[in-house]
């Protein structure tokens, strides 16, 4: 048997990680003991042991994924549908002068206009996410020739 650290996440995605317990009831079901069916998956007995009271406490249920928790988004989905209909504006509909957005621009729309402070990292991750780049400013490169 593998030795495992407590604590730890075991590696693999959400759906390999459910495949595992699906295989281990089905292994138990087919007449394994507890002890095979953790030596073939390369898990702990006591994990095996715990699968299964899951499974007969609630079904299918109790072995499947769960969505991984994490920090929740401090715009809604609303939020960032009006952010990018602000966008679309222009810059200048916002007070700036020039049509430009920056990741700074839109970090100080998003304060002014839902209160959420936004460094200009993040911002550049949200647009993103929507497929939107913003414009890097043009440099003139002068050659000595």
């Known amino acids: 048997m593998k030795p495992?650290?407590?604590?730890?996440?075991?590696?693999?995605?959400?759906?390999?990680l459910e495949w595992r317990r699906h295989r281990a009831i089905e292994l138990l079901?087919?007449?394994?003991?507890?002890?095979?069916?953790?030596?073939f998956l390369g898990v702990s007995?006591?994990?095996?042991?715990?699968?299964?009271?899951?499974?007969?406490?609630?079904g299918r249920d109790g072995i499947e994924a769960k969505p991984i928790p994490g920090r929740p988004p401090r715009l809604t989905d609303?939020?960032?549908?009006?952010?990018?209909?602000?966008?679309?504006?222009?810059?200048?509909?916002?007070?700036f002068p020039s049509e430009r957005w920056t990741q700074a621009r839109v970090?100080?729309?998003?304060?002014?206009k839902f209160g959420v402070d936004f460094c200009a990292f993040h911002v550049g991750r949200i647009l993103a996410s929507r497929g939107w780049s913003l414009q890097k400013s043009e440099y003139k490169v002068q050659t000595l020739i």
């Not at 495992?4 to 390999?16: A, H, L, N, V």
């Not at 609303?78 to 602000?86: A, K, N, S, T, Y």
């Open 4 to 16: 495992t650290i407590y604590g730890m996440r075991p590696k693999g995605s959400q759906q390999t």
């Open 29 to 39: 079901d087919d007449g394994k003991s507890p002890a095979e069916v953790a030596d």
């Open 78 to 95: 609303r939020q960032v549908e009006q952010l990018f209909h602000c966008l679309e504006q222009g810059a200048r509909a916002y007070g």
């Open 45 to 58: 007995r006591n994990t095996v042991y715990r699968w299964r009271r899951r499974y007969r406490r609630d």
């Open 107 to 112: 970090a100080v729309l998003i304060q002014q």
